[in-house]
Every structure is written in C-alpha cells, then in structure tokens.
C-alpha cells in the first residue's frame, strides 16, 4: 500500500511541478517571441488558468506527505541515523519547513491570482509563484533523494 501511495504522491508532485513551473516562467516575462515558436506558445498561456489546480495539487501532495511521514520516519530516517547520515536528515527538516511556508503560502497566491487580474500585483504575483516553484523544487528533489538512499543503502 506505501508502494501505491508514494507512486500516487511522486505523480501528483510531477504535475504540480510541471504546472507551477509553466506557470511561473509564463508570468516573468510577457510574451515576445513570436506566437508560432516553441517559446512564443510556452510563455503565451493563459496563466490564471493554473491557479486552483496548482492550490489543490499543492494540498493533495502535502495530505499525501502527511500520510507517507510516519513510514518515513520507521524506515528511513532511522536508517540515515545509523549511517550518521545527519546532513540528509536536516535536508528532509527544511523540506518539511518549506512545505509548510508553502501552505501558508497559497492564500495570498490565491489573492494576488484573483481573476480579473490587477495590474498592480504583477509583482506579488510573480514572487509568490516562484517561491512556491522554488518550495516545489526543493521538495521533489530532497524527497526523491532521500528516498533513493534508502533505497541503495
């Protein structure tokens, strides 16, 4: 069942990363590239349209962190105790920081997204899309390592 659940959580994460990347790339620049390039077509989305699956793919993946943590902490985190390993435990506590900043997060980038858009929160919305693309990130890489070294060990 843990199996299910972290290919479940690992999919849900790669569509969130996927969708707050677009998304944030998109809003730093307005478009200039022509609409028919690859660049043009990636830049020229409709990015409001990212917001409420970018919040409910954020708190789905964090239920699902919830419910992965105590097998975590049974299985791994013991093991990169053993091995002194205390960098990649400290690693996994700032994920859990971050995750948590993120969640507090998503209430202002629901504000600054709030359809019609204000010119005047061009810059919130900015900043607050690329730190939850920064928190993502970090999150999905220190995870999936994490996970990897339990794996070889």
């Not at 700032?94 to 858009?117: C, D, N, Q, S």
């Not at 010119?119 to 607050?128: D, E, G, I, K, V």
Request: aromatic share 10%; proline share 5%; no cysteine.
């Amino acid at each position: 069942m843990i199996t299910v659940l972290l290919i479940v959580h690992g999919l849900l994460a790669v569509a969130l990363l996927g969708a707050l990347t677009h998304q944030s790339f998109a809003v730093s620049r307005p478009p200039a590239a022509p609409k028919g390039t690859f660049v043009g077509r990636f830049r020229g989305v409709h990015t409001p349209a990212f917001t409420t699956v970018v919040v409910l793919l954020f708190v789905v993946t964090a239920l699902g962190d919830g419910l992965l943590y105590p097998q975590y902490r049974m299985d791994v985190r013991t093991t990169l105790e053993d091995l002194q390993m205390r960098a990649a435990n400290g690693v996994f506590e700032m994920k859990e920081h971050f995750v948590a900043v993120g969640l507090g997060l998503l209430p202002a980038y629901l504000v600054v997204w709030r359809t019609p858009l204000d010119p005047s929160l061009a810059t919130a919305r900015r900043a607050t899309t690329w730190m939850l693309a920064a928190i993502v990130w970090w999150s999905y890489l220190v995870g999936h390592v994490l996970n990897n070294i339990k794996g070889l060990l």
